[in-house]
């Protein structure tokens, strides 16, 4: 099958393709056309999922395509933007109709979960990788940017952490779990929710968001230094599922929501005064830690003693002494 079938027939026939509204014209030209409102900014973001690196070489192609595009949505939702389209520049050591037609299908699923449509792309061969950019759409200057967060203020989190890096070690086969405990932890895995809804509903109430892709203390990080502040975070607030706990006990299900990646959730610096009115409207928002003057992430314990651990997330390159 040549590049133009393929494309035709797994990616331009997907469900999650077509134009309209926003799009003004979709997958088959030079380029897709985009049409963001008046008065709105386009937010773009480019993720790329290596094969052996982000994911295991057999991984289900359903699943892969699932989260493919959910890691990459999950920006979207960190600006509180509204989902518009997505490409996807899919390269593939060899044709396999099957594997193509499952990647489409987790794609299509989570683009309908996200609302988003295909709109374009490149199809070469080699090592298997996938990078997709996502493209929103956000009212101008209303943007969750990174740099506002403002001492005296809150530090919250959408959720639970660290299910994901839970998963990891199911995911390789390293370890067995019953599959009542196992479940939840592979679908947060496999599956991640971008937070899209509440990235809209933050907007005009957090100072700062982003979401949490290299652990909570990294990426806590990343909110101090782009805002000038201090992050000041509570152990004992720091959530984690009851299944995270049971499958690797106490100690190991903070770790992983200190320092595990692949969460997904995110993490935003709120007055205080905007916590309780968000809770009361519905959304899952814990408060976690304090913004103070200074710099640097810091975790407390019970006691208030400074119990930072060292090592604070993944990075890529990071050997080098
Ligand atoms: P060009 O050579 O002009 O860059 P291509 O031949 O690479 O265009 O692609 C033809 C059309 O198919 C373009 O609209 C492109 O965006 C789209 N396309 C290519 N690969 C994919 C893919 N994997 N998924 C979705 N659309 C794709
Ligand atoms: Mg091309």
Redesign the pocket.
């Known amino acids: 099958m040549g ?2 079938e393929l ?1 035709g027939r797994y ?2 026939a997907a469900p999650c393709a077509g134009h309209g509204g926003e799009v003004a014209l979709g ?4 380029c ?1 056309l985009l049409a963001p409102a008046a008065g709105e900014q386009l937010a773009v973001s480019t993720d790329t999922l290596v094969s052996g690196v982000h994911f295991p070489e057999r991984a289900d192609p359903f699943l892969l395509g699932q989260r493919s595009l959910a890691v990459a949505a999950s920006d979207l939702a960190a600006m509180g933007a509204r989902p518009l389209g997505f ?2 520049a ?1 390269t593939l050591p060899a044709f396999s109709a099957d594997w193509l037609e499952r990647y489409a299908a987790g794609l299509s699923r989570m683009a309908e979960r996200c609302a988003l449509r ?1 709109i ?4 070469t061969r080699g090592p298997l990788s996938l990078t997709l950019t996502v493209f929103g759409s956000v009212p101008a200057r209303q943007a969750l940017v990174r740099s506002g967060a403002r001492a005296g203020e809150l530090f919250c989190v959408g959720g639970p952490l660290g299910d994901a890096a839970g998963a990891l070690p199911l995911v390789l086969g390293q370890l067995q779990a019953p599959a009542e405990l196992a479940e939840p932890l592979l679908a947060r895995y496999w599956s991640p929710e971008p937070q899209l809804a509440l990235g809209q509903a933050l907007r005009g109430h957090a100072s700062a968001a982003l979401d949490i892709s290299d652990g909570l203390l990294a990426d806590a990080g990343h909110i101090a230094q782009a805002s000038g502040v201090a992050i000041r975070i509570e152990r004992s607030r720091v959530p984690v599922s009851d299944a995270l706990r049971a499958v690797h006990g106490e100690a190991a299900a903070l770790q992983a929501a200190l320092a595990g990646g692949d969460d997904y959730i995110l993490a935003f610096s709120l007055p205080g005064e905007a916590l309780a009115p968000l809770q009361a409207a519905g959304w899952p928002i814990l408060a976690i830690g304090q913004v103070l003057a200074g710099q640097g992430v810091q975790l407390i314990d019970d006691a208030g003693q400074d119990i930072t651990p060292a090592v604070r997330g993944y990075q890529h390159f990071r050997e080098t002494p």
């Open positions: 590049e133009f494309i990616f331009a997958i088959g030209d030079d897709a490409t996807l899919l295909l374009g792309g490149d199809t």
